[in-house]
């Protein structure tokens, strides 16, 4: 959650200035840098889900033996 505060407030936290090319650049910077991180956090939470299911099936298979 805080990753799209972040994404989506960042115009608001660099005022236009006079130069409205380097003030694009840098929003378009800090939004892909945020998205990136989102992406990257949703890969880890998908990642410990899947070992949480793998140890969930290795208990269940301990206990068949």
């Not at 991180?37 to 880890?44: F, G, H, K, R």
Request: hydrophobic letters at 50%; one cysteine or more.
């Amino acid at each position: 959650v805080p990753a799209l505060i972040i994404y989506f407030a960042i115009p608001l936290a660099f005022p236009k200035g006079d130069n409205n090319e380097t003030y694009l650049q840098i929003i378009r910077w800090v939004q892909t840098c945020t998205y990136i991180y989102m992406i990257v956090a949703v890969l880890v939470v998908i990642n410990s889900f899947l070992n949480s299911l793998n140890d969930i099936y290795d208990i269940i298979a301990e206990k068949e033996e």
